[in-house]
């Protein structure tokens, strides 16, 4: 399985992105997509999962203004990013966990987001 992500880019403060991860073979129909995010001399931190079943959550620093949702069909994460801000400018990960007869876990290879005036 190969997660590919896309949709990074330059944004003003106030701004919004989507980003998008599809991941290209099956993954099962038990598992968690999520997004990452790495910031310049920081450890890489969670921001949003979803569950197979539509279960959310966030990291309290993106509640109101970032929303995770899937296609289930296309096996494919989006996060939906507004009002951001310039402490959201990182590398943007997705990441699956599968939880089939065999536990799996993937990365994508990172998208660029930079909030700045």
């Known amino acids: 399985v190969q997660l590919q992500a896309s949709g990074g880019g330059l944004v003003q403060p106030g701004g919004s992105l989507r980003l998008s991860c599809a991941a290209s073979?099956?993954?099962?129909?038990?598992?968690?997509m999520g997004w990452y995010r790495q910031a310049p001399g920081k450890q890489r931190e969670l921001v949003a999962t979803?569950?197979?079943?539509?279960?959310?959550n966030y990291v309290d620093s993106v509640k109101g203004r970032f929303t995770i949702s899937r296609d289930n069909a296309k096996n494919t994460v989006y996060l939906q990013m507004n009002s951001l801000k310039p402490d959201d400018t990182g590398v943007y990960y997705c990441?699956?966990?599968?939880?089939?007869?065999?536990?799996?876990?993937?990365w994508g290879q990172g998208t660029q987001v930079t909030v700045s005036s």
């Open positions: 979803i569950t197979s079943g539509g279960s959310t």
């Open positions: 990441r699956v966990q599968s939880f089939g007869l065999q536990y799996r876990l993937y």
């Open positions: 073979g099956s993954i099962g129909s038990s598992n968690v």
